[in-house]
């Protein structure tokens, strides 16, 4: 597609319930990327795919949270049992490659409220 | 482990003023840096993008520099506009192929 695309823009759910959000990156793009944006905060990496692997998982703030990308394209980050403190703007990026030469394109982000 | 940080904070400027925004980072080890402008409830727009080899990068009324050594990184906006108003993001790409993002700068442009 012509850019990044997020699903649902919005979600509220309740408490202990789970939550898939979904990324559809830019055609061709290699690297996808996962932020956490809470109210007031900064940008907290959460995870990136290389292809369809995860390098790097460190960032994930308990195993409730896990992430998948199939078929090198679309990528969804799945949270287990919502809890309050997961409501925040979960964007997504992809670039071209890892590579140094490239940069991020964001999408519009989901912005999860748990109630 | 790399930290960014922006200054100042917030910004508030009369229309057609020049402006600077700050950027620092601990790891001079970075490959890219990159300048993105957030609006209240929107995603990410990338404004920016300078390689670790390079000095400068300009779009229009923007200009951003990058003194990787000193670790620094500037935003230059000239005559400055309300529709300016946003709060912008300084990020450096590292070796781990991640972002690391600064906690932004809003900037507020008055007419």
Redesign the interface.
């Known amino acids: 597609g012509a850019g990044v695309s997020q699903s649902p823009s919005n979600k509220v759910t309740e408490k202990g319930k789970d939550v898939e959000l979904r990324c559809d990156p830019i055609s061709g793009h290699t690297a996808l990327y996962w932020y956490r944006q809470s109210l007031g905060q900064g940008l907290e990496f959460l995870i990136y795919f290389q292809g369809n692997s995860a390098p790097d998982k460190s960032g994930l703030p308990s195993d409730r949270f896990s992430a998948e990308r199939t078929g090198g394209s679309v990528s969804t980050l799945t949270i287990q049992r919502t809890q309050q403190e997961d409501s925040a703007v979960y964007l997504c990026a992809s670039s071209l490659d890892l590579g140094a030469y490239y940069g991020y394109t964001f999408g519009s982000g989901t912005r999860l409220t748990v109630v | 482990k790399q930290e960014v940080t922006q200054i100042p904070a917030a910004l508030s400027v009369p229309e057609g003023e020049n402006l600077v925004l700050n950027c620092s980072f601990t790891d001079s080890a970075i ?2 840096l ?1 300048w ?1 402008r957030q609006d209240p ?6 404004l920016l ?1 300078i ?2 080899s390079q000095r400068e990068q300009t779009s229009g009324r923007l200009n951003a520099s990058l003194d990787k050594s000193s670790g620094r990184s500037t935003l230059y906006i000239a005559a400055s506009q309300p529709g300016d108003s946003a709060t912008y ?1 300084c ?1 450096v ?1 590292g070796s ?9 700068t809003k900037l507020s442009v008055k007419p």
């Open positions: 490959y890219n990159q993105f409830g929107k995603g990410l727009t990338s993008l390689q670790s993001l990020a790409k781990q192929g991640n972002l690391i993002f600064g906690k932004g």
